[in-house]
């Protein structure tokens, strides 16, 4: 009888284990809870080149929290379960997503190995705020930053980029 309850009891813990280790990171405002947090929607698009024969795209609902020093940025899928969380320090940064977990030795190298594209995770910060900061390559628009508008192109170098957030009010 004792033999039987031990077995119930160790089943029931691998279960409750199981089950707990299948779930993602924390949202990343609960990580960052003293930073400024941006929602909304993104949509980031690398046109096709002579290395990037197809081009891609990435649109996700998201919520931003940190600076380019330290923060996190949890993807959204279209029905709204979590897609994606990614965390940076000054050290390194983590993506989790449902099926692995990836570490990568800066949040620019993350961002080009997962975009295939760099991103200016610098002058990203100053747009979301409304503040049209330079960025090498690129061109901003934050003329409809008031309506929760953010536009941004690279043309150079190649392959040419596209972002475009609007977030939520």
């Known amino acids: ?37 941006w929602r909304g929607r993104l949509a980031v698009r690398v046109e096709a080149d002579e290395t990037n024969r197809l081009g891609h795209s990435l649109t996700a609902g998201f919520e931003l929290t940190g600076n380019a020093t330290e923060g996190g940025l949890t993807l959204y899928t279209p029905i709204g379960g979590t897609a994606a969380v990614m965390t940076w320090t000054r050290t390194d ?4 997503s449902q099926s692995e977990r990836r570490r990568f030795p800066s949040l620019k190298v993350m961002i080009e190995q997962i975009i295939g594209t760099d991103i200016p995770v610098d002058a990203l910060f100053a747009w979301l705020q409304g503040t049209n900061a330079a960025a090498e390559g690129w061109m901003a628009d934050v003329t409809d930053h008031q309506n929760g508008r953010i536009k941004a192109v690279r043309t150079l170098p190649s392959p040419a980029a596209s ?4 977030l939520e009010k």
């Open 163 to 166: 972002l475009r957030v609007v």
């Open 93 to 96: 940064a983590t993506l989790l």
């Open 1 to 37: 009888m004792i033999y039987r309850r031990r077995k119930i009891i160790a089943g029931l813990c691998t279960v409750t284990f199981g089950i707990t280790g299948c779930a993602l990171a924390p949202k990343v405002s609960d990580l960052h809870s003293t930073s400024s947090i």
